[in-house]
């Protein structure tokens, strides 16, 4: 007859804890590596906006024109390099007329 092993509370914590252990030695850790660069901080509208010195009208036409944005929760965010690099290739030429007067 074969023996029945009840786990009691004990077991079940070791077991968690091993498990736990091994998927933390498993898991690479990204900010310690080169190739990752730290996450940026996302930017709400009113930020990009006032970055710029536009308007949230203009903001939206900006978005509707191929600015990167991503939607959470409802909400629009911004990743400030990608704000950045779009404005670099679109709104080169109106930045600079705007400045020279």
């Not at 023996?3 to 009691?8: D, G, H, M, R, V």
């Amino acid at each position: 007859m074969d023996t029945l092993f009840i786990p009691n509370e004990n077991d079940f914590r070791r077991w968690i804890k091993d498990a736990v252990k091994e998927c933390l030695e498993n898991t690479p850790v990204k900010s310690a590596h080169p190739d990752h660069p730290p996450e940026e901080p996302l930017l709400n509208r009113k930020e990009v906006a006032a970055i710029f010195r536009i308007s949230l009208v203009t903001l939206h036409d900006w978005m509707n024109k191929g600015l990167p944005c991503h939607k959470q929760r409802g909400r629009v965010y911004f990743i400030r390099s990608e704000v950045l690099e779009y404005v670099k290739r679109n709104h080169r030429q109106s930045f600079k007329g705007s400045l020279d007067s």
